[in-house]
């Protein structure tokens, strides 16, 4: 099956900083990467993800980075603003008995401080 | 509906009783999937339908947990005999088509509200 990692936990900046998380998958044929954002009482909300087939993706101020070679993915957040903070999840696709389905990391609290 | 609905959105049992969480996709997405989601975790994958069957069902905890699909579409997940380490929301995604398709708009997975189950 497929095992994911997240780092950091926890994670504070400032207005205008930037934020970057981190993510670590095991199953080399993992194939989609998609990132969400879980808003406090909320449903998890997809908002990049990313195929193998690219390195880099992309949508206005959040960027997705993969590097397949070291099995890890990157997401970056540029000019945070307040209403970035939220807990953001990585996910990739894993595979336990032959049907592939989402694995999910355990979640990026990231606050931004006005 | 629009999205992903799932009902009861609480659920308050005590130990040992039988609970079933309905899930209602959104209209014409083959694909279903179950999760639990602890305080403080990331979703943790329990079943996965695509149409009717379970395609994985590997992440059930124990044989008190079952889900169904019958008409392939609302799906119901069923705890038997729970317990206090139940306690969780439990999501429901779905989304149009197999999360692994090289289609973008087939895998996008659409979650639910969830249900915030308290075992007691």
């Known amino acids: 099956g497929e095992n994911v990692e997240q780092h950091p936990s926890t994670l504070s900046v400032q207005e205008g900083d930037s934020a970057v998380i981190k993510c670590t998958y095991s199953?080399?044929?993992?194939?989609?990467f998609p990132w969400y954002k879980q808003e406090l009482g909320k449903r998890p909300q997809l908002i990049i993800d990313i195929r193998s087939n690219v390195g880099e993706k992309k949508d206005q101020r959040i960027a997705v980075t993969l590097n397949k070679t070291a099995k890890h993915f990157s997401l970056h957040i540029t000019e945070t603003q307040p209403e970035d903070s939220a807990v953001y999840f990585c996910?990739?696709?894993?595979?336990?008995?032959?049907?592939?389905?989402?694995?999910f990391g355990t979640g990026t609290r990231l606050t931004v401080i006005p | 509906g629009a999205g992903v609905s799932q009902t009861p959105s609480n659920k308050v049992t005590e130990k040992g009783k039988y609970v079933e969480l309905r899930c209602d996709p959104i209209?014409?997405?083959?694909?279903l999937y179950w999760y639990r989601q602890s305080l403080g975790q990331g979703p943790e994958f329990l079943i996965y339908?695509?149409?009717?069957?379970?395609?994985?069902d590997s992440g059930l905890p124990n044989d008190r947990f079952f889900a169904v699909r019958p008409e392939g579409s609302v799906s119901t997940l069923k705890i038997q005999r729970t317990e206090r380490g139940d306690s969780a929301v439990y999501l429901c995604?779905?989304?149009?088509?197999?999360?692994?398709?090289?289609?973008?708009?087939?895998?996008?997975?659409?979650f639910g509200q969830g249900t915030r189950l308290t075992v007691v």
């Open positions: 209209s014409g997405h083959t694909a």
């Open positions: 339908f695509q149409g009717t069957g379970a395609a994985d």
């Open positions: 995604a779905s989304s149009l088509g197999p999360i692994d398709s090289l289609d973008r708009a087939n895998t996008e997975a659409f």
């Open positions: 996910a990739a696709i894993g595979s336990t008995t032959g049907a592939n389905n989402l694995f």
């Open positions: 199953d080399s044929a993992s194939n989609y």
